[in-house]
């Protein structure tokens, strides 16, 4: 018990410890925050207060502008002055000058300027008559304002003075004008420029200052004539900015720069460039510049604040906070200290009190804590902790079952997967040996499975799996060990094998089991099986020997016509090689895309004896394999899936040479093309004939389709749809071998077909064999009945050929006429026929 307190003790401790580690690292936290916080305050703050004293300027200068313009407004109404201005242009005679009339005017009009000046603030006025010459102005010095005219003695110009404050006037020297810089700066103010009653303000440079001039001149009241011009100058020169630096805190400064210097300047009028101030920073002060663009050229406005004040501030705050936060981290200490000891401490011991009984295996329930926090739902969780244990241990026993059932069989069919039935095959073979008994492996395979994926999709496909893998597995007797491998592959292992010949009994029951089609979807599906059969230890004396061998005879069973069982032999081996040799090759072989070639066989009409159209066949030559029989390497290609690209090779390059043979002007009425069964399954058959005739140029009417009765019997409706879609096109549409094996004279009223075509097995017992004279006799009347073009392949000599035409087939193709041809031999062949119009007369020697 004693321990335990110790244990309660310092687990108090380290909360403490973690509470004020915690609370340092937070305040810490926040000491960087603020920190960062009053950094950028700091920047923010010269930069408010240099972007206020850029603002103040505009202001000021917007308000001197108001009041130069207000300051000048008066010439356009003040009729006193209005008058004396009309008076001196109408009567001033420089030669004969009047000096006391004049002089007593302009004298007036001083004074009138000297009042506007003076009561708007400014610093200087001058006005001028229509010739733009000088009347009088008024000009603040230091001692007060100078009242200013020009008069005349004896046509010479002289400047009268007076001071403010003195009543009378003295002469100057002319030269005084140019002192005070009083120069005309006209401004073109006419009425069409919307001006004529409205003064205008420019600004100028002077030595170490900014002038701001208004202007306003008056014109007649039809506005063609200028009769008087006024001018008002307001000049900020340094004094004004080290008054308006003392106001804002903020150093001030006007100069002169290059103006390569300001090119890179904002103007002091631009709103939103103040928005974000360029502050540059030397080792004493912040600094920031502004232009103010002017007559004479660029003026600078330089801002600047000392470093020194401003991190001093910082450094005050900086100091304040720390103060603040030693503060908060000793108050938070002793909070924590009183939590710990009030709070935490007992309910810590009474939870202690609970553990301890679960350590004795009581799981009585305790009086749980009421602190109305963590701890007692901590306390409440404790309480249920003994049944929570035992209820775990229940559960992870149920989902240990679980999971090894799920290790061990498909999720999709629920059968014994690949592993379990490893497992099993390897107990199996131990027991082999140890009894000195044999065991078979059934490797079984569905026939064209891919075949109702691709055209149904993959959820038929996992449905129909499922259907079979219910009927396997109904059907597989007690003792066979069934699973499903992968795919469409199933294996089954049968043990204690006495005579091999029960094996054969039972891969039948196994392959009678796809006898009647499977119903999915609300279709039925037919399909069958191939199946491989290995013999423990005949043909393997482990499992992988075994897989090895039931995978070949499988291949062996396909091959022999599918829906078949086969036992492995010796020669399966060689023969595997040879199918892998080969897949290999003609995967090569379509990459190459040199290795195929077309020969054409020609079809001769019975009723004119010329040829009437070819049929494009394949030979591929492989440089591995030498020439390849079509009969050997077409099977593969439709099983591996490559007949799709050799197919549209096929067809791309039969139309070429069909195109080729009308520009050599030969023209037949059609060419065919053999069409494979997966091609038509595919789907991807439509697009690509619909390219091949855009691209070639053939006329779809020149285009013959050969299709097989196998294809048309696996699903007579799609069959039926796809065949109308290329007879819409206008292509021929051909049933190859018709009468070999399917029942499809049932189906011929359905099917938009235009040919049908004997198969050489019915040609081969004419004219002698009654059965072929039946079935020859039976097509032909049928294809008479139907409206449909006949023709009759494989005839090889003179009598196939007489009872050919004496019961009225149209079309012959064999050997009789001509073996397949290369394109240049079918060229040479055409223009022969051409010379010798009587082809029925040619006998094979001539060919």
């Known amino acids: 018990m004693a321990q335990k307190r110790a244990v309660i003790q310092s687990l108090s401790v380290k909360f403490a410890v973690f509470v004020t580690v915690a609370g340092i690292l937070t305040l810490g936290a926040l000491g960087l925050y603020f920190d960062g916080f009053l950094k950028s305050s700091f920047l923010e703050t010269k930069e408010t207060r240099m972007r206020h004293g850029f603002q103040r300027v505009v202001f000021n200068i917007a308000e001197i502008e108001r009041s130069l313009k207000d300051g000048i407004a008066f010439l356009e109404s003040h009729e006193p002055t209005l008058a004396s201005v009309d008076l001196l242009n109408n009567y001033e005679d420089k030669s004969n000058y009047n000096t006391f009339l004049i002089d007593e005017e302009k004298k007036a009009i001083v004074e009138e300027l000297y009042n506007r000046v003076k009561l708007s603030f400014n610093d200087d006025i001058a006005l001028y008559n229509r010739k733009g010459e000088l009347i009088a102005y008024v000009v603040k010095k230091s001692t007060g304002f100078q009242l200013n005219i020009i008069s005349y003695a004896g046509e010479r110009s002289r400047l009268l003075r007076r001071i403010e404050g003195e009543k009378e006037y003295y002469p100057l020297s002319m030269a005084e004008v140019e002192r005070d810089k009083i120069q005309l700066f006209h401004v073109p103010t006419y009425p069409q420029e919307n001006i004529r009653h409205n003064s205008v303000v420019t600004h100028h440079q002077d030595v170490d200052a900014f002038v701001l001039k208004s202007h306003l001149s008056l014109f007649t009241s039809d506005g063609s004539k200028e009769i008087a011009h006024i001018e008002m100058s307001r000049v900020l020169d340094q004094h004004y900015f080290s008054l308006l630096s003392a106001d804002l805190d903020l150093s001030l400064k006007l100069s002169n720069p290059d103006p390569s210097q300001a090119a890179d300047v904002h103007l002091l009028f631009d709103e939103m460039s103040l928005m974000g101030l360029a502050i540059s920073e030397t080792a004493d002060e912040y600094i920031s510049h502004r232009k103010i663009d002017s007559v004479e050229g660029p003026l600078l406005i ?44 007992r309910p810590l011991r009474n939870l202690m009190i609970q553990i301890e009984k679960i350590e004795n295996q009581d799981y009585s329930t305790s009086q749980p804590l009421k602190t109305g926090d963590e701890l007692e739902t901590v306390s409440n969780s404790i309480n249920q902790l003994a049944q929570t244990v035992r209820e775990r241990e229940t559960s992870l026993q149920s989902s240990k079952q679980e999971l090894e059932y799920l290790s061990n069989h498909d999720v999709l069919t629920q059968l014994p997967n690949r592993r379990f039935w490893g497992e099993r ?59 499903r491998i992968g795919g ?202 619909l ?105 090889e000599h003179q009598g196939q050929l007489d009872f050919l035409v004496q019961e009225g087939c149209e079309e012959i193709q064999g050997y009789y006429y001509s073996k397949p041809l290369y394109f240049d031999a079918l060229v040479q062949y055409c223009l022969v026929e051409e010379v010798d119009n009587v082809v029925l007369m040619r006998t094979p020697e001539r060919i």
């Open 691 to 795: 390219n091949v005739l855009h691209c070639t140029g053939i006329k779809p009417q020149h285009l013959e389709l050969e299709i097989t009765e196998s294809y048309i019997a696996t699903n007579i409706n799609e069959a039926v749809e796809t065949l109308k879609q290329f007879r819409q096109m206008g292509i021929g549409l051909a049933i190859d071998d018709f009468g070999t094996g399917y029942s499809a004279m049932s189906y011929l009223q359905k099917l938009p077909v235009t040919r049908l075509k004997i198969d050489k097995a019915f040609v081969d017992g004419l004219p002698n064999d009654r059965n072929s004279v039946a079935i020859a006799r039976a097509i032909i009347s049928l294809a008479k009945s139907f409206g449909l073009e006949l023709t009759a392949e494989g005839v």
């Open 302 to 345: 330089t801002a600047s604040l000392e470093r020194a004040s401003l991190i001093r501030v910082l450094a005050e705050n900086r100091q304040h906070f720390i103060f603040l936060l030693v503060g908060i981290a000793v108050l938070t200490l002793l909070v924590v200290n009183f939590v710990i000891k009030r709070i935490l401490d």
């Open 488 to 689: 469409d592959e199933f294996n089954i292992l049968v043990e204690q094998v006495d005579k091999l010949d029960e094996l054969e009994s039972v891969a039948e029951q196994y392959l009678n089991l796809f006898s009647l089609p499977f119903e999915v979807s609300g279709q039925e599906i037919s399909i069958s099986a191939s199946i491989g059969i290995a013999i423990y230890p005949l043909d393997g004396q482990d499992k992988v020997s075994l897989l090895k061998c039931a995978d070949l005879a499988m291949y062996k069973a396909k091959e022999s016509g599918r829906n078949n069982y086969s036992f492995f032999s010796d020669d399966l081996s060689a023969q595997m090689k040879k199918r892998t040799d080969m897949s290999h090759a003609l995967k090569l072989a379509i990459n190459s895309g040199d290795q195929f070639r077309l020969c054409y066989q020609p079809k001769v009409s019975t009723v004119s004896g010329s040829i009437v159209s070819v049929e494009a066949l394949i030979r591929w030559e492989s440089p591995e394999l030498g020439l390849v029989s079509p009969a050997d390497f077409i099977p593969l290609a439709e099983e591996l899936g490559l007949i799709i690209p050799i197919g549209e090779w096929v067809l791309e390059q039969a139309c070429k040479d069909f195109q080729r043979l009308e520009e050599m002007g030969i023209g037949l009425k059609h060419i065919s093309v053999n069409v494979s069964n997966v091609q038509l399954s595919h789907g991807h058959l439509l697009p690509k004939l």
């Open 425 to 483: 095959l390897d107990a199996a073979l131990e027991n082999a040996v140890i009894k000195n008994k044999k065991l078979a492996m059934f490797f079984i395979d569905l026939d064209q499975f891919k075949q109702v994926n691709d055209t149904q999709g993959h959820h038929i496909g996992d449905e129909l799996l499922t259907q079979v893998a219910t009927r396997l597995y109904l059907n597989a007797s007690a003792d066979h060990t069934l699973a």
